[in-house]
């Protein structure tokens, strides 16, 4: 399987706390990308962050990546209780195939 | 309105009969891919289309049929040959590697 793992499985946390979320992969990669998805619904692209890139931020949300451990982290700041949802990381690797392949995903619970 | 269309929304199959999912796009992606996700998990790669006449198996192919006849079409045979087909399916698009993936809202399957 060429699925990477997210780091926690679940996390519960305060609104207005932050949430981190890390993801691990094994294969070179082109570019790592950060997915949400509510409960029963489809994925929402987040953020995409490339592979000669050490940090991206969009709004709340700031990922960083390190080629050289085969990691990035995910982080929201200030979270809400809308932000509950599944966050998954995925990636294309190197092989030049349009192959995109997701990790298994951390469930996130913002307690109002 | 852009997007990636899939129906049914559910689907239920009889045990021996085949079925096909639906997936449709207005983007003009050359690549599409079907996942499929079981409850808690991942989502898996079942095969995905870099181009028209063009597809190749993803991880857990077996009992599965697919064919790209059309850009914006990329519909997904579950057939008899799957024993354990009862999953959410999930249909995504892109651009190429380079370039985030957008995701229709599923199609929820359960074998009665």
């Known amino acids: 399987s060429q699925q990477g793992e997210e780091d926690p499985q679940a996390l519960s946390i305060q609104e207005g706390e932050n949430a981190t979320m890390n993801c691990s992969y094994k294969?070179?990669?082109?570019?790592l990308q950060w997915y949400r998805q509510n409960s029963g619904r489809g994925l929402v692209h987040l953020i995409l962050?490339?592979?000669?890139?050490r940090e991206k931020h969009s709004g709340r949300l700031r990922v960083t990546l390190d080629t050289s451990k085969k990691s990035s982290s995910l982080l929201i700041t200030a979270s809400r209780a809308a932000d509950t949802a599944s966050y998954f990381c995925?990636?294309?690797?190197?092989?030049?195939?349009?192959?995109?392949?997701f990790g298994t995903g951390t469930r996130l619970t913002v307690i109002p | 309105d852009g997007g990636i269309t899939q129906s049914p929304k559910y689907l239920f199959r009889k045990e021996g009969q085949n079925v096909t999912l639906s997936c449709e796009q207005n983007?003009?992606?050359?690549?599409m891919y079907w996942y499929r996700q079981d409850p808690g998990q991942g989502l898996r790669l079942i095969y995905y289309?870099?181009?028209?006449?063009?597809?190749q198996k993803g991880d857990i192919a077996e009992g599965y049929s697919v064919s790209r006849e059309k850009k914006e079409s990329f519909p997904l045979t579950v057939t008899s040959a799957q024993k354990n087909p009862t999953a959410f399916y999930l249909c995504?698009?892109?651009?190429?590697?380079?370039?985030?993936?957008?995701f229709g809202q599923g199609t929820r399957l359960t074998v009665v």
């Open positions: 995504a698009s892109s651009w190429d590697r380079n370039t985030e993936a957008f």
């Open positions: 294969t070179s990669i082109n570019n």
């Open positions: 962050i490339r592979s000669n890139e």
């Open positions: 995925a990636r294309f690797d190197q092989t030049g195939a349009n192959n995109l392949f």
């Open positions: 983007l003009n992606h050359d690549a």
């Open positions: 289309s870099q181009i028209v006449n063009d597809f």
